[in-house]
């Protein structure tokens, strides 16, 4: 039977104009003293003076309406478990990067991947995402999983030819099984079609070929056919170290962002995750190359997760540049905290920094990043924004909250300083999946038992794993000294 809810007299809703934005094709509005009203799983009104039948009828007095959160990029299945572990830690001799030393040390055993997912998925909900997109390996009850949440999840299955490993802290070699990767792509078309079929409606896939330097060029095009014959996304880790960048030019004479191109997958419907190290990054010399003139012509996106990087001192250069140039850009979380609007925070931080100047990466187009703009890059038009015909996705915010406090302008008070401690509901799909502030469908002190029992077997094969046989406390120590 249908059913009709309606929150009336909302204090702020984030509406959708469709002729605004600097451009014309549709911008976020402020909306006072308006209503939202759903039926079922989507909006039938949103601005002032709803006069239908409605079956429920909240109060929106004193609430912020905005639409739902979208992560682009997150590795729920793992990132968790590295929480205490890796925050300072990069290989001086590969770039500064994580990826190569440390990312095979510190892999938690497969039966950790649904604790470590359903904690990520819980901080995710706390801070206002409704739909995430999750890079993950392929693995059995992995939609059913996800769909116990209450989430929107976009399961991208990741595969690979070839797994890379030091064997000296300062090289990297690729151990090539392209069997392997092409029976990896065959249970990820499975999956996809699993979540496509989930009677949810709130599951859906995309296509994940791993990193462009552990695909061959025909995993990476069947892949990218595959993405265009399903009318969905395909999403692969490009541009985003130096020692990637390095590889690329020494097997093709070609940048990352140059072969992808060469491939025919450079184009609208892939998402490229990091997209950091183009030609022009002040890292790198390469003059003879235009990535970023071949990324703004190809209507091929970018997943920017700048938390992940910024620790380890790299950065996009720079977020406002991309999307001042029209290239499709949304936010991910990546790594852990999965806390989105921290996230959305450290992006315009990293962007002004980058650029150096305090007009670049604004609130306006961070926010459009999170919301419409991460919809545009999934393929999506029902998610990412308040309008009638859209999905019933969206956060109520406390606007008495006392770090909402003074309250001018209510999404720089959110994100600038009260973050997800104001969020008190969250709806997906018609649904309320968070009641002030508590996420109802996981039992988050059972997860984290059970992401600490896992972390302590992943630390105490460290010695084993690692190329040079350090202990933990050898390859991250402690901020201060341990004394029992």
């Known amino acids: 039977m249908s059913r009709t809810t309606v929150i009336k007299n909302c204090d702020w809703v984030i509406g959708w104009d469709p002729e605004g ?22 909006l039938i009104h949103v601005g002032k003076g709803f ?5 429920v009828t909240l109060d929106g007095a004193g609430k912020m309406i905005l639409p739902g959160f979208i992560d682009v990029h997150s590795h729920p299945a793992s990132e968790p478990g590295n929480k205490g572990l890796n925050e300072e830690l990069g290989s001086p001799k590969l770039g500064q990067s994580s990826l190569y030393e440390y990312m095979p040390v510190f892999r938690m055993l497969p039966e950790g991947a649904s604790p470590a997912m359903r904690f990520a998925i819980h901080e995710m909900l706390k801070s206002g995402v409704t739909t995430y997109c999750d890079l993950s390996m392929a693995r059995d009850g992995w939609v059913e999983d996800v769909a116990s949440t209450g989430i929107r999840g976009v399961l991208c299955p990741m595969y690979r030819s070839a797994a890379w490993t ?3 802290g300062h090289s990297v070699v690729y151990d090539w099984d392209e069997a392997a990767g092409e029976r990896a792509m065959e249970r990820a078309i499975a999956t996809i079609d699993e979540a496509d079929a989930h009677p949810s409606g709130r599951m859906s896939g995309m296509m994940g070929p791993s990193q462009i330097d552990t695909c061959t060029a025909e995993l990476i095009q069947a892949s990218h056919k595959e993405a265009m014959d399903r009318g969905i996304t395909m999403h692969i880790h490009a541009a985003q170290s130096v020692v990637e960048f390095n590889e690329m030019t020494r097997r093709h004479g070609m940048t990352p962002i140059e072969w992808l191109d060469d491939l025919g997958v450079l184009t609208d419907g892939t998402i490229v995750a990091h997209g950091i190290f183009l030609n022009d990054h002040p890292w790198l010399h390469w003059p003879q190359a235009n990535d970023f003139g071949r990324l703004v012509a190809s209507g091929a996106g970018v997943a920017h997760c700048p938390n992940v990087f910024w620790r380890r001192g790299i950065a996009l250069n720079h977020v406002g540049r991309y999307m ?16 989105f609007i921290h996230e959305m925070e450290v992006a315009m931080i990293a962007g002004r920094l980058m650029a150096g100047d305090f007009t670049n990466a604004t609130t306006e187009q961070i926010f459009y990043a999170a919301t419409a703009g991460a919809a545009r890059l999934i393929g999506r038009d029902d998610i ?10 969206f956060t109520v915010v406390d606007c008495g909250h006392p770090y909402m406090q003074p309250l001018r302008d209510p999404i720089r008070s959110l994100i600038y300083s009260a973050g997800d401690r104001a969020v008190e509901d969250v709806w997906v799909h018609g649904q309320k999946v968070v009641s002030k502030g508590e996420v109802e469908s996981i039992d988050v002190a059972d997860v984290s038992a059970k992401l ?12 084993q794993r690692d190329w040079a046989g350090r202990d933990i406390d050898t390859m991250t120590p402690m901020v201060f000294e341990k004394r029992e």
Not at 21 to 42: C, M, N
Not at 452 to 463: C, D, H, K, L
């Open 21 to 42: 934005g600097s451009e014309g094709t549709g911008g976020h509005v402020y909306l006072k003293g308006a209503d939202i009203a759903f039926r079922d799983h989507e």
């Open 51 to 55: 006069e239908g039948e409605a079956d």
């Open 166 to 168: 030091t064997k000296d």
């Open 324 to 339: 001042d140039a029209g290239i499709p850009l949304g936010l991910g979380t990546d790594t852990f905290p999965h806390n």
């Open 384 to 393: 990412g924004r308040l309008e009638a015909g859209c999905k019933a996705d």
């Open 452 to 463: 600490n029992a896992f972390q302590e077997i992943t630390i105490s094969g460290v010695r």
